[in-house]
């Protein structure tokens, strides 16, 4: 089933609540390991810091994201972005290395993104990057569809999230014709900048969208209530439970036919 996603980004509320996504980024970074002078797609750029950092290393990058206002604020850093959705990328055979941070769990049907970064890879080229895996966020997951069930709303349908196990993703690459190099799922408890409310204003609105606009504030308060034991410290802080999938897979120089 395809989930149309409500989520809608503001760059702003993005840097407050959640800088910490790329800040994380950087052993991502380090598997893709890019050379000056490689072309690299950045796949689900968002506001592009990433993007940026592997302009920095000499990389020829090109950054593509589905929102028009991350896209805006990463053509501010001068970096080149264009709008465009990951299930229907539009390259052949352009780039020795399609990189992609904490992006692929907001595309829901992982055959057409692996199929496009397929496309868009040199014979050779790479393909590494990280996204939240089985089990990320599971408390945060648990308390907002609980709630959307107890009002009556049949919470799988908006959620917006994909979050594989490694067999789950490696079978899709390999489907494709990927050597999965490296695959792991790796937890990574990540302390919050805010509070939980913060960050489900910025990560949670195609929950938030099936309701009126007057209970969200209530609807998000009560969600982060039913996290706090888990998900709260003594001094009042918050630590989200994220699971993050890391892999590296690579495109054969030479591919079968039909491949
Ligand atoms: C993330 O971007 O890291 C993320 C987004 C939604 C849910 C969990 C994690």
């Not at 052993?27 to 968002?46: M, S, T, Y």
């Not at 490694?166 to 079978?171: A, M």
Request: glycine share 10%.
């Amino acid at each position: 089933m395809t989930v149309a996603t409500r989520q809608t980004w503001n760059p702003v509320q993005y840097s407050k609540n959640a800088r910490f996504v790329s800040d994380l980024g950087m052993p991502v970074v380090e598997l893709l390991a890019p050379c000056a002078g490689e072309c690299i797609l950045d796949l689900g750029c968002g506001d592009g810091p990433l993007t940026k950092k592997l302009a920095d290393f000499g990389c020829q990058v090109v950054g593509v994201d589905a929102s028009q206002e991350m896209i805006t604020a990463a053509l501010s850093l001068g970096l080149d972005a264009y709008v465009m959705d990951g299930h229907s990328l539009q390259y052949k055979c352009k780039f020795d290395a399609v990189f992609t941070n904490a992006a692929l769990h907001w595309m829901k049907q992982p055959e057409k993104v692996i199929a496009g970064v397929w496309k868009a890879l040199k014979p050779g080229g790479r393909f590494v990057g990280e996204f939240g895996g089985y089990g990320n966020v599971a408390t945060i997951v648990a308390a907002l569809e609980s709630m959307l069930v107890k009002r009556g709303i049949e919470a799988k349908a908006v959620n917006p999230w994909y979050f594989p196990g490694i067999e789950e993703y490696k079978n899709h690459l390999e489907a494709r014709g990927f050597t999965v190099n490296t695959i792991m799922l790796v937890p990574r408890p990540t302390p919050l900048p805010g509070d939980l409310v913060g960050w489900l204003e910025t990560f949670a609105k195609s929950f938030t969208a099936a309701l009126p606009a007057s209970e969200h504030m209530q609807f998000l308060e009560e969600a982060a209530g039913l996290c706090r034991t888990k998900l709260s410290n003594a001094d009042g802080s918050w630590t989200a439970d994220y699971v993050r999938l890391r892999f590296y897979a690579t495109k054969a120089n030479r591919c079968r036919p039909g491949m």
